[in-house]
């Protein structure tokens, strides 16, 4: 299935809101993350993807323009000193399981060349597999998976880490 990325802007900003509360909801059932008495999981950096340049979000559409998830990245690093993280990324149900994952994937990996840290969801078994998936695709197996981290290198440098 093909799609494409569209930057979310601040006009935007509560439709990827809900879309994000989605994601933590899922996201909960092994996380242990609780929502608060306004029936809302707290993000604590979410206003930061519209004031932070080390910050993006991004829709993810359809050939036909549909809305299917969207996948939320920085430069905040954990085991690198500098390079980009997946922050949040969500496919919405309808749209797994046709690769959908995969390409928007691969596009952001190419968008944003150098070192990258992907830590699949906690606790999440089917989380873990499609990075692990993914990342060994986009590779060739030539990543690191170290305390619940996937680390490699994207563009023409992803040999040698």
Not at 81 to 105: C, D, N, T, W
Request: net charge negative; charged share 25%; with cysteine.
């Amino acid at each position: 299935m093909n799609c494409s990325l569209q930057k979310v802007s601040l006009p935007d900003k509560e439709i990827l809101y809900r879309l994000l509360q989605y994601s933590l909801f899922e996201e909960s059932q092994t996380d242990l993350n609780e929502m608060n008495n306004e029936a809302l999981f707290e993000y604590e950096w979410f206003d930061s993807y519209f004031t932070d340049k080390d910050r993006e979000a991004y829709f993810i559409k359809s050939e036909e323009n549909k809305l299917c998830g969207f996948v939320m990245i920085n430069t905040y690093m954990q085991k690198m000193q500098h390079g980009h993280s997946i922050a949040e990324f969500m496919i919405i149900p309808q749209y797994r399981r046709k690769k959908l994952g995969k390409s928007v994937a691969f596009q952001i990996f190419d968008i944003y060349k150098g070192n990258w840290e992907v830590s699949p969801s906690y606790g999440s078994y089917s989380a873990y597999m499609f990075w692990k998936n993914i990342i060994e695709e986009y590779t060739d197996s030539e990543y690191i998976y170290e305390d619940g981290i996937f680390i490699f290198k994207s563009g023409e440098q992803n040999a040698g880490l």
